[in-house]
T-cell receptor, first 113, second 109 residues
Framework: KAGVTQTPRYLIKTRGQQVTLSCSPI?????VSWYQQTPGQGLQFLFE???????NKGNFPGRFSGRQFSNSRSEMNVSTLELGDSALYLC????????????FGSGTRLTVV | DAKTTQPNSMESNEEEPVHLPCNHS???????IHWYRQLPSQGPEYVIH???SNVNNRMASLAIAEDRKSSTLILHRATLRDAAVYYC??????????FGTGTSLTVIP
């Protein structure tokens, strides 16, 4: 079956711009979560959505937001980009996370210049 | 947040067993212990998980201490493809997910 698909794979944006990243989960998975990975901070949790509702949120500023659609696809948006937002953004989906675990996508590499 | 502690790095010779430790002294009764690994330029990959009993699958074994405050991921015969960063995390229905820094495993040919 198809895995978790993230688009685009690579993105270059300018400071001050905004960006939207997309994640298509595995069919049947209703939980989608997002992570930011940087060399200095490692993997950091952004937020999790389940059935179109945000279930958990990490410690990121309000510039980072997300949403989930009725087909479980999810988007995350970052407004007013800063250089420090350059990172690999990972999406993961799950059916029942504590029992089944997560399947991760390959990520979107965002570079802010 | 439920947190875990792992060694920063470990080395193993190819085709020898590897034991990757994880401490989670603040684990709660409903936390599942999950292990993931991440190869360079890829997203993390699920390895194994358990609650109280030891678990085996085709990739690895998970040994959970009786008090559940620690666990060990066992790779029975390390191969070069097992070189990755291994993360031990705790999951339940309510917590935020803390990956920690993981253990970088180097496999020596």
């Amino acid at each position: 079956k198809a895995g978790v698909t993230q688009t685009p794979r690579y993105l270059i944006k300018t400071r001050g711009q905004q960006v939207t990243l997309s994640c298509s989960p595995i069919s049947g998975h209703r939980s989608v979560s997002w992570y930011q990975q940087t060399p200095g901070q490692g993997l950091q949790f952004l937020f999790e959505y389940f059935s179109e509702t945000q279930r958990n949120k990490g410690n990121f500023p309000g510039r980072f937001s997300g949403r989930q659609f009725s087909n479980s696809r999810s988007e995350m948006n970052v407004s007013t980009l800063e250089l420090g937002d350059s990172a690999l953004y990972l999406c993961a989906s799950s059916f029942t996370r504590e029992i089944d675990g997560y399947t991760f996508g390959s990520g979107t590499r965002l570079t802010v210049v | 947040d439920a947190k875990t502690t792992q060694p920063n790095s470990m080395e193993s010779n190819e085709e020898e067993p590897v034991h990757l430790p994880c401490n989670h002294s603040t684990i709660s009764g409903t936390d599942y212990i999950h292990w993931y690994r991440q190869l360079p330029s890829q997203g993390p990959e699920y390895v194994i998980h358990g609650l109280t009993s030891n678990v085996n699958n085709r990739m690895a074994s998970l040994a959970i201490a009786e008090d559940r405050k620690s666990s060990t991921l066992i790779l029975h015969r390390a191969t070069l493809r097992d070189a990755a960063v291994y993360y031990c995390i705790l999951l339940n229905t309510g917590n935020q997910f803390y990956f920690g820094t993981g253990t970088s495993l180097t496999v020596i040919p």
